[in-house]
């Protein structure tokens, strides 16, 4: 059954929260910002908000129903994204689909989280109890050894290096350095990727995010109403999602977006070669490579290849991650979700400001989760 498309829903109002490397606020405090901030873009009253998504790890052991007492909200339709890096995406298919069947009129999609003094080692020690039952009993605790198996095995199979990741990275440092709220602001060359501290071999200290807090978030909402408030906005062409896939595979080598990409294509009405960027979810290089290969850039086993041939920062030919990504901007938990996302959304409607590509129409953007992609 053909898939209906998106006509007459929009996406507007992107709003950050500029990061900090440890906070004591707590994700209430950090999630109320990105929502006041995104309503006053709008010229909306939080009584007038209908819809709210709300996607978090530390807002425990309150829910977003508890959240809607805190802020004074009383919507009509409300939802809760627990999907980590798929977050932003999920979100906003969600919130954009209810708002076409007439549930709701407007939605607030927001993310976001504190970081507090070891407060990423807790979260990582209760994440995933099917993450903790398939790796802690061979010592591999938390995803960056997790992740490192992935990227080892993706090495043998395909002949990747890690100067091929390091290509990734360095070009993500180059456009954080022109984005405002990024919390790594000091140039990274190729060879200091290569000789930084050892994290869990074949990673390095510049393959790992750094956990930060802050929020991400955006308004849904039917275009003659954005029209109505003077809002830029984003159209959606087309989207997919899909959960445990290849379940077979023995190394997670590839993601749920190979089952479904080309229906994805076809619903947007056009191809790879119509991408003007691309942002993808960066919790390692190794992920987005092969989300490169994934997403129909370059075949399985080319994203190493694909990297060398290819400038992946903002003046680029192929611009990648235009605010940095989680790899230089920071992860603030589930806003990293969020991040891609929200930063495409400014791209394609001329309001990036340094990151900002040059006649950038049609962005596409992947989430994934940590325990499942």
């Known amino acids: 059954m053909k898939r209906q498309n998106y006509d007459?829903?929009?996406?507007?109002?992107?709003?950050?929260v500029p990061y900090v490397r440890y906070s004591q606020e707590t994700a209430h405090w950090?999630?109320?910002?990105a929502l006041k901030q995104t309503l006053d873009v709008a010229g909306l009253s939080p009584h007038e908000l209908d819809g709210f998504s709300v996607s978090s790890f530390t807002l425990f052991p309150d829910t977003p129903?508890?959240?809607?007492?805190?802020?004074?909200?009383s919507p009509r339709w409300l939802d809760s994204i627990p999907m980590g890096g798929a977050s932003g995406v999920v979100a906003l298919r969600r919130a954009a689909r209810a708002v076409q069947a007439g549930d709701v009129d407007v939605v607030a999609c927001v993310a976001g989280d504190a970081n507090r003094i070891d407060s990423f080692r807790q979260l990582l020690s209760s994440f995933s109890r099917f993450a903790m039952d398939a790796s802690y009993p061979y010592g591999?605790?938390?995803?960056?050894?997790?992740?490192a198996l992935i990227a080892d095995a993706y090495m043998a199979e395909y002949g990747a290096t890690r100067e091929d990741f390091g290509l990734i990275a360095v070009a993500q440092r180059a456009n954080a350095l022109a984005y405002p709220n990024a919390i790594m602001k000091k140039p990274l060359t190729l060879e200091q990727y290569l000789n930084a501290r050892p994290i869990s071999e074949p990673f390095g200290l510049f393959d790992c995010v750094m956990p930060c807090a802050g929020a991400e978030g955006f308004l849904v909402m039917r275009e003659e109403e954005a029209q109505k408030r003077g809002l830029a906005y984003a159209r959606i062409s087309a989207t997919i999602e899909r959960h445990n896939a290849f379940p077979e595979d023995p190394v997670q080598m590839r993601g749920g977006w190979v089952m479904d990409i080309d229906?994805?294509?076809?619903?947007?009405g056009s191809g790879p070669e119509a991408i003007d960027l691309l942002q993808t979810y960066?919790?390692?290089?190794v992920i987005s490579m092969m989300q490169f290969e994934d997403l129909g850039f370059c075949a399985k086993g080319e994203g190493a290849r694909f990297v060398r041939e290819h400038d992946l920062t903002i003046i680029g030919d192929f611009p990648h991650n235009t605010s940095g990504g989680q790899l230089s901007a920071g992860q603030a938990g589930a806003a990293g979700g969020y991040l891609g996302l929200v930063e495409a959304i400014?791209?394609?409607?001329?309001?990036?400001?340094?990151t900002q590509v040059a006649s950038a129409r049609t962005a596409m953007v992947s989430g994934l989760r940590h325990d499942q992609f």
Do not use: C, K
């Open 8 to 16: 007459g829903v929009v996406v507007t109002a992107p709003v950050s």
């Open 30 to 33: 950090w999630i109320a910002r």
């Open 65 to 73: 129903a508890g959240l809607t007492q805190h802020l004074g909200l």
């Open 140 to 147: 591999s605790g938390g995803p960056n050894a997790s992740f």
């Open 263 to 268: 229906e994805l294509y076809e619903m947007a």
């Open 282 to 285: 960066d919790d390692y290089p």
């Open 346 to 354: 400014r791209q394609v409607t001329g309001q990036a400001g340094g």
